[in-house]
């Protein structure tokens, strides 16, 4: 069983840091491992993401200021997030990809319960 638990977040002043983690339980042959948001009133958005080859791509507003990382051997994504600004305040979920064993192309996802990131003084 499949199981991907967060941690982290909460409330901060801007310009503070958070981090946050997750870990990813029953899950085999990952393909990448991603954080995304959702703020009130807007779509979700890809913020980070880390392939199995440790290619890191991210989102504009956020390049300079977060740092997403892995361990492998423990299946754990972090998000290390600094000078935080009150517009990345939002719902963050942890995604896991994985891949298939016959082809090696992703085949599917997991996501994490979620967890809020408020940035306001």
């Known amino acids: 069983q499949v199981h991907l638990v967060q941690s982290g977040g909460g409330l901060v002043q801007p310009g503070g840091s958070l981090r946050l983690s997750c870990a990813a339980t029953g899950v085999f042959s990952v393909y990448a491992m991603a954080w995304y948001r959702q703020a009130s009133g807007k779509q979700r958005e890809l913020v980070a993401i880390i392939t199995n080859g440790n290619t890191t791509n991210y989102t504009d507003s956020v390049k300079g200021r977060f740092t997403i990382s892995r361990d492998s051997a423990k299946n754990t994504v972090l998000l290390q997030m600094n000078d935080l600004k009150p517009e990345d305040t939002a719902l963050y979920y942890c995604?896991?990809?994985?891949?298939?064993?016959?082809?090696?192309?992703?085949?599917?996802?997991?996501w994490g319960q979620g967890t809020f990131v408020t940035v306001s003084s």
């Open positions: 995604n896991v990809v994985f891949r298939s064993v016959t082809t090696g192309r992703p085949a599917g996802e997991y």
